[in-house]
């Protein structure tokens, strides 16, 4: 393989890694908000929430977003955003604004009463305020809304918000999925910056020192427009956090200009472009002051000219050192020009002229990476320029190569590490959801308020039992029972205490049944109850009717906590049958214990009335008041 294949080979596998932040960050499991969004930007007079939210302001002020995107470029002004919730409701969740570099964002959730809660995130609010620990802001949906919300968003940059509303879970592997790429994308461009490093504390050649500034300068501003640094570095520092992409940007314009100068020589193979070049350098600095001491909204617009400015000078200064004889200007010329194609990617799209997308928004992540990497080759070609002229450099060589297997084999130790956490995080998420998984089973099979069975769950148990009891000759019995009186208890006391009289029944019957049977709330204050193995009570057994009349007392003595003065009852229609010597359907023990809870009801209420179920006779009894 020679030396420019095995190159084009490394470029394609660190592109391909470099593209890893923009391919895998958002997912596909968030619900976009901006075709259900409207807005309109505010005048100088700032407006409250109230005044928003009025009747008729949807159609005096609000209007839909261009292209259904939130994407109005450098607005410069604060803009207020109308979201209506998909299709009845919104339910609880997480808002996501894709977007680190707001000011302040606020979100007024809507109240019953007509009133709002409002949330505030942004570089003008510290970041360990913030109920999300991520590096773009992430407002908390508690409650379901079927009501408008409101977004009010000031910022000195672009005015490009992904409006993404996310459920817990995709939310989580969202963010760790955001921490793992940034990772191997910083990891791969710090292990290029420290390679040359190592190279400069060998060669003391000024070109790497220029190099391993600039490539710190580039993350640097890479970090700080994804709010890494924000989230990380200095989470307090709420105005620094709006100045140090700005900073870092126009610190970087000085490094690269200089070290192009440095590297290009330029006063022997691009003198043409030599000055330009120190110009570049001055407008870095001015640009680096104007971050320190005006508006970032001055700043951002003067780094955004310079930043476009920059390759579109040192690419071309590159091709003519490159022309003139200077090899190494080679690799160097490629490298702008792939940063050249993602920097002014990137300024349309800051500017808004260029759609949201996932290699459109990292597309000076993608530049920066390829150019770090080729001109890390430019200086490969430097080193081999400095074999051939002095004695020293084939000396150091071998030193260098040596020093490198060791960087390579801790670089190998600790992504060996990062792999085995990266396994022990996913089977703790595996866990989790095994456990939520339970937990929302439980939820399907019972009844919220009182913990027991609900009604589907019965009649899968019902249908169960009456097989089985088929099958070993059991007989079975069905108890319905219904709370007595219970309208004059919520109409008198609430319907708070109405619940807690439903939760005693539960836990009374709860305590008085066998493992083997089951409860459940059939349906409003209605109770039943499923008992294997009992009849009518001949072989020494407790009969059907007699286990109804225990359950009737125990209700009758159960008291609700903090009001002993409510006397419980209730009245049970019980029956019983014999499956494996009668026709017996589920829909036929429930009918029978029905009609005989009716009977109950009709003839006094707080007793028990019996009758035999399916194809026998059926007899009747009650049991009177304790």
């Known amino acids: 393989m020679t030396r420019a294949q095995g190159h084009c080979i490394a470029l394609l596998v660190w592109l391909v890694l470099a593209a890893v932040p923009a391919a895998t960050f958002a997912g596909t499991d968030f619900l976009n908000l901006a075709p259900y969004t409207d807005y309109f930007e505010e005048t100088d007079d700032p407006l409250s929430i109230r005044q928003v939210s009025e009747p008729g302001e949807r159609a005096a002020r609000f209007r839909p977003l261009p292209q259904g995107l939130v994407h109005l470029g450098l607005v410069g002004r604060p803009v207020w955003f109308r979201i209506d919730p998909p299709g009845s409701s919104l339910k ?106 190592v190279l400069y504390g060998f060669l003391r050649d000024p070109a790497y020192l220029l190099y391993v500034l600039s490539v710190l300068t580039i993350m640097a501003t890479v970090a700080s427009i994804n709010g890494l640094s924000f989230q990380l570095l200095w989470p307090e520092s709420t105005a620094w956090a709006g100045k140090a992409p700005s900073f870092f940007g126009a610190l970087s314009v000085i490094l690269v200009a200089g070290f192009a100068i440095y590297f290009l020589r330029m006063k022997h193979y691009a003198s043409a472009w030599r000055w330009p070049t120190i110009g570049l350098m001055a407008a870095g600095a001015i640009c680096t002051l104007l971050t320190l001491v005006t508006e970032p909204e001055l700043a951002i617009r003067a780094i955004l000219i310079v930043g476009t400015a920059t390759p579109l000078v040192l690419f071309p200064a590159g091709l003519i050192s490159w022309r003139n004889g200077h090899r190494p200007a080679r690799a160097y010329a490629f490298g702008w020009a792939a940063f050249l194609i993602g920097i002014v990617v990137h300024t349309l799209y800051m500017s808004g002229y260029l759609p949201m997308a996932d290699l459109v928004i990292s597309s000076m992540e993608i530049g920066a990476a390829a150019q770090v990497l080729l001109l890390s080759f430019a200086l490969a070609d430097h080193i081999n320029l400095l074999r051939q002229e002095s004695e020293f450099a084939q000396k150091s060589s071998n030193l260098i190569l040596a020093r490198l297997n060791e960087q390579l084999e801790t670089l190998v130790e600790k992504r060996t590490a990062e792999l085995a956490e990266a396994k022990r995080r996913v089977e703790l998420t595996n866990a989790e959801l095994e456990q939520q998984n339970r937990q929302l089973y439980e939820l399907a099979i019972r009844d919220g308020l009182t913990g027991l069975f609900n009604r589907k769950t019965f009649l899968q148990r019902l249908e169960a039992t009456i097989e089985e009891a088929r099958r070993y000759r059991h007989p079975i019995a069905v108890l319905m029972l219904d709370l007595d009186d219970f309208k004059p208890i919520n109409d008198t006391y609430g319907h708070i205490v109405g619940d807690q009289a439903l939760k005693a029944v539960a836990h009374t019957l709860e305590n008085q049944l066998r493992e083997s049977d089951v409860c459940a709330r059939f349906g409003g204050e209605e109770f039943v109850v499923l008992l294997p193995n009992t009849g009518e009570g001949r072989d020494g057994t407790e009969s059907a009717c007699a286990a109804a009349e225990r359950l009737r007392r125990s209700i009758q003595e159960a008291r609700i906590e903090g009001h002993t003065d409510i006397r419980l009852t209730v009245s049970i229609g019980a029956t019983w049958a014999t499956p494996y010597l009668e026709t017996c359907q589920t829909t036929g023990l429930i009918e029978v214990a029905d009609e005989a809870l009716y009977r109950a009801k009709h003839e006094g209420k707080n007793r028990v009335s019996c009758s035999r179920a399916c194809s026998q006779a059926r007899t009747t009894g009650a049991a009177g008041k304790a």
């Open 92 to 197: 609880p969740g997480y808002l996501e604004l894709a977007n680190p570099l707001l000011d302040r964002a606020t979100l007024y959730l809507p109240r019953s009463d007509g009133s709002f809660t409002a949330q505030t995130l942004g570089d003008a609010v510290p970041f360990n305020d913030r109920s999300v620990a991520y590096r773009n802001p992430i407002f908390l949906i508690e409650n379901p809304i079927d009501k408008p919300l409101y977004l009010h968003v000031q910022s000195s940059g672009s005015l490009a918000i992904p409006l993404r509303f996310w459920e817990q879970i995709p939310l989580m592997e969202h963010m760790a999925n955001s921490e793992r790429a940034y990772g191997l994308y910083f990891g791969i461009m710090l292990a290029m910056l420290l390679y040359n490093l």
